[in-house]
């Protein structure tokens, strides 16, 4: 999410990774699960696959982070640094599984989410316009 913030506050701003992460690479998940509150999942980078053709590098970050439903939009960071790698965007579970059973987490590599909303800026000045590609529901 992009935030416009009215009030004079200081914050720090989050350091996004634009180099890619690697599989073995140690993450953390965080996000509001469910709306108990923020949570923390650690794990490692399982794989980064690339579309077929793909220039601008990994189309994804897998995860074997395992997490309650509900993370999705949080942040995936790397452990070292705190840099931001990617944007929480999918979790799959085995079908006859409990909810926090081990699974995949995914996410959008931070990289394409700073060209989307370069590209959500650019259209009218504000976050609020579909980028080139963006699913409409």
Do not use: H
Request: with cysteine.
């Amino acid at each position: 999410a992009l935030l416009r913030i009215e009030e004079k506050v200081a914050l720090v701003p989050i350091e996004l990774r634009y180099r890619p992460v690697q599989p073995g690479q140690c993450v953390v998940a965080l996000g509001n699960v469910m709306g108990w509150g923020i949570g923390i999942f650690a794990g490692i980078v399982s794989l980064t696959p690339c579309a077929e053709g793909c220039s601008g590098g990994a189309t994804a970050i897998l995860t074997d982070i395992t997490t309650p439903p509900g993370l999705s939009g949080g942040a995936l960071v790397a452990c070292g640094d705190g840099a931001l790698v990617g944007i929480i965007s999918f979790g799959l579970v085995a079908l006859n599984s409990a909810p926090t059973t081990a699974g995949i987490v995914g996410a959008v590599p931070a990289a394409k989410v700073a060209k989307l909303l370069e590209e959500q800026l650019t259209c009218t000045g504000k976050a609020n316009c579909r980028p080139r590609g963006g699913r409409r529901s």
